[in-house]
């Protein structure tokens, strides 16, 4: 899920760095560097995620489950 | 031996603002229960004795806790570092039984949507709370718990805070360790990881080109885009450190742009305290090394090292180099019985240590090597400074 989220908002980003970056002034403006580096950030979100559930063998929701065992997510219908 | 361990916190639900104001959070540092126990008599170790935290600083651009070299180093002191379980799921920090390990974004004073309204990126200085990083890191070292801050890298917000217990050795990583010259002081021992551009561009490349937003381009940009700032505030970090690992393309394959085989430097300043640098053959001396020969057979491109003294931004510094990949056990038992000063507690700790992750990436090369021998470096780095203190109680805390 929200590896799905974080892979939109890189098209997302990297589109909008591109059209601020646009022209000789668009590639020297702030804005420009600072767009580039929220795709960064966000490829580097996006890769971590990726390897830290590719690391744990543990179902994510355990841990939470734990904690709140009442929670929607967490309920056991048992008859 | 007098024992601190009451950790008391403000709740850590009431609301942060998150936002344009760099000093709108405010984090308390805690103080121990100890001031009673300082009227004993003497004798007694008072509880300012006990507070061995050895901070170790990390600069590396590859973003926080994720680093191979973070998992490798925790390895060595024993047990796996894992985020701070029941807390924060986007937390930065990873904890083990002796190490703690907290990523400097954490210290950002201004979110995403701050850093786009200023104008800055992350790497400049404006967008991190300096003061903020020094006042905990020295509480820390002092043996005192802090309330953190956790910036989200998902979110690109500033989420409430988390207990940091001060623990044996705090490794303080990110972008900005060595930046300010207070936090440069708390530190015992400072290594800057050094990857080169045409490295930094294949290993991105690989990161990134299966991703739907990328292309080649648009990593090429990123990484331009970020350069000017890179050089500026980054870069000139790398003279404070107490070692470098440059890591570079090979020589052994003419053109190659992979970035799959690498040139590693493992550049060591003499003269630091309590670090003696790893050498070849003779300490001192110049030697070029290739391994494989009549003993050991290698697999193309080969493997081959260079040790020599050199100077680094006017430091005297030891320089030993690798070149090459390890394709077998033996070729790597071979090179670790070699190589001298390497801190082990037993022969052939090296290799067992890179064996135990043999699937981290750079496990058959320099990267994996010398991130191993660091860390080798740094438990005998600790080992001495306790020594030195549990033999001096009486003047022991620079507070």
Redesign the interface.
């Known amino acids: 899920m ?1 590896e799905l989220n ?2 939109k908002m ?6 909008e ?2 059209e601020v ?1 646009n022209g000789e002034e668009g590639m020297r403006s ?12 966000v ?7 990726r ?2 559930l590719a690391d744990s063998a543990v179902d994510p929701l355990e ?1 939470f489950c734990l ?1 709140n065992p009442e929670a929607e997510e967490c309920r056991i219908y048992e008859y | 031996m007098a024992v601190c361990t009451a950790y008391t916190s403000p709740s850590l639900h009431s609301p942060y603002p998150i936002s344009n104001s760099s000093k709108s959070h405010h984090h308390f540092i805690l103080s121990t229960s100890c001031r009673s126990n300082r009227r004993r008599a003497r004798g007694e170790i008072s509880c300012s004795s006990e507070t061995n935290t050895v901070v170790i600083g990390l600069a590396a651009d ?2 926080c ?2 680093s191979t070299f973070m998992r490798r180093l925790t390895s060595v002191f024993g047990g796996a570092a894992e985020p701070p ?2 807390g924060n799921p986007d937390s930065n920090t990873l904890i083990s039984d002796t190490t703690t390990v907290i990523c400097l974004d954490d210290y950002h004073s201004l979110d ?1 949507t701050g ?2 309204e200023k ?5 400049d200085p404006r967008a991190n709370d300096f003061d903020l990083m020094y006042q905990q890191v020295k509480a820390l070292k002092e043996g005192k718990a802090v309330d953190k801050p956790i910036y989200n ?2 979110s ?1 917000l500033l989420d409430p805070p988390e207990l940091i217990k001060p623990p044996k050795i705090l490794v303080i990583e990110g972008l900005h360790p060595m930046y300010d010259a207070r936090v440069r002081d708390l530190l015992d021992f400072s290594i800057y990881l050094d990857i080169s551009n045409e490295v930094k561009f294949a290993w991105k490349i690989q ?2 080109m299966a ?4 292309s080649l381009e ?1 990593i090429k ?2 990484i331009e ?2 350069k ?2 890179f050089d500026a505030y980054i870069d000139p970090q790398k003279q404070y450190a107490d070692c470098v690992i440059e890591v570079l393309p090979t020589q052994l394959i003419p053109d190659d742009n992979e970035g799959k085989v690498l040139r590693v430097k493992l550049v060591m300043k003499e003269g630091v305290n309590y670090f003696s640098p790893v050498y070849l053959f003779d300490e001192g001396s110049t030697i070029s090394w290739i391994p494989c020969g009549r003993k050991l057979t290698c697999s193309y491109p080969g493997i081959k090292f260079f040790y020599g003294p050199d100077t680094y931004f006017d430091h005297e510094v030891s320089v030993l180099e690798m070149d090459g990949q390890f394709d077998r056990l033996d070729e790597l038992i071979y090179v670790e019985s070699h190589l001298s000063s390497l801190s082990t507690k037993f022969y052939g700790e090296v290799t067992q240590q890179m064996l135990k992750h043999a699937d981290f990436p750079g496990s058959n090369n320099g990267t994996g090597l010398f991130q191993t021998i660091v860390g080798l470096k740094i438990r005998d780095l600790f080992e001495q400074i306790i020594k030195e203190k549990s033999a001096t109680p009486a003047e022991v805390s620079k507070v």
């Open positions: 929200r974080l892979s890189i098209e997302k980003k990297v589109a760095a591109m970056c702030d804005g420009c560097r600072v767009a580039w580096d929220e795709v960064e950030e490829s580097s979100a996006l890769a971590d995620l390897r830290r841990p904690q | 590859s973003g806790g994720k379980k029941g995403r850093r786009k104008g800055v990126t992350a790497l890298h998902v690109g990161r990134d991703e739907r937003g990328h648009s940009a990123s885009a970020r000017p700032d």
